[in-house]
DNA sequence: TAGCACATGTAACTCGTTACATGATTTG
DNA sequence: CAAATCATGTAACGAGTTACATGTGCTA
């Protein structure tokens, strides 16, 4: 099974959703960790019904076409268990700002920094949307790690170390340009 | 263009390389950054060079067809520093491991715990293999940033400041399920 | 009345991986 | 003599994005 799967069975898990809602919960909140539209998503949740791995039940909708409640299967939630940790193959890193660093020597100091600063900008701002999202987080709700929301918590947590990290990086690396710019007399 | 084309520039924009060499480089050193194999390498050199942002030389090979040398021209050069600012646009998170910690719950805690500290390992190698790549970088040959060498070490710096927050925040994660283990009474 | 949210699907296309195909030279 | 490296391509497939397609009910 894709990945794809496995993320649309980690919120199904938590009880039954709409095609629909799966759609749009995987923008947010599972957007962070992997997305999908919704021409994904139906496809594969049909290949999940097909495979025995969550079950459907259909009731009218709004528009032209019925509308369906999904939800995991005993064998799916087996399956999902199963994939927690299964060997992780690890995906290359694909990371254009880095590409364009390593550019930064055929640029002007300037424009170079202009650009960085520019990043750095953004990543402060990712960097600030988890910081608020971190205090919609109730401290009693993610004290018990075996809860589904400390598990949320945890990956938001990732979001913040590692997004503290790119813009620690990108503050170094200015200060690096910006004291070329002193001292090569 | 695609971001390949333009990774196939930064490596050509340092001098002539024929496609198995810029095949080989995007494994190592640029596949920390951008990865593509061979089958996509050449297909794409034959587009940047219909649109004449590189030029190619053929020679006899050791096998039954021709080696190419290629080569960035003007235009090519042009496009690329142009390319340096232009407006990134924001690719998608897919972390595979943030989508398994979202199922921390689903299992006991030994076998989370297990899982995490296998993960917390190879997260660890891979910055070690960083800083020692570091260690390989002459301190003198990176003092100036309007250098290719320093514009590498940049990006050097990159992986070892965020894989050291990634490590960190499985430190984090780890001690927080150990905890769970005392306490709970 | 225009746009958005609800609700579900298909089609065309791009990007990337794996496998197929050929063949010389060097190294263990 | 087997395997790796050199050297260049094509084909088949899977994953993911964007656009196409249809139609209701609510809200500004």
Known sequence: MSTLAYALLTLL???????????????????????????????ELARLQAAGWVSATAGPGPGPRDNKTYAVTPLGRRELIAWFDAPLAPRPNRSELLLRVRCLWLVDRERALAFLRDQR????????????????FDARRVENPGTPDFAAYAT????????A??????DWLIARLEADHLSPG
Chains 1, 2 share one sequence.
């Open 13 to 43: 898990v938590r009880g039954p959703r709409t095609g629909y809602q799966l759609a749009r919960l995987m923008r947010v909140p599972i957007g962070y960790l992997w997305t999908a539209s919704h021409s994904q998503v139906y496809p």
């Open 156 to 163: 938001l947590h990732y979001g913040l170390t590692s997004q």
């Open 121 to 136: 900008g953004a990543a402060a701002d990712v960097l600030d949307t988890y910081e608020s999202e971190r205090a919609g």
């Open 165 to 170: 990290a790119v813009v620690e990086w990108f």
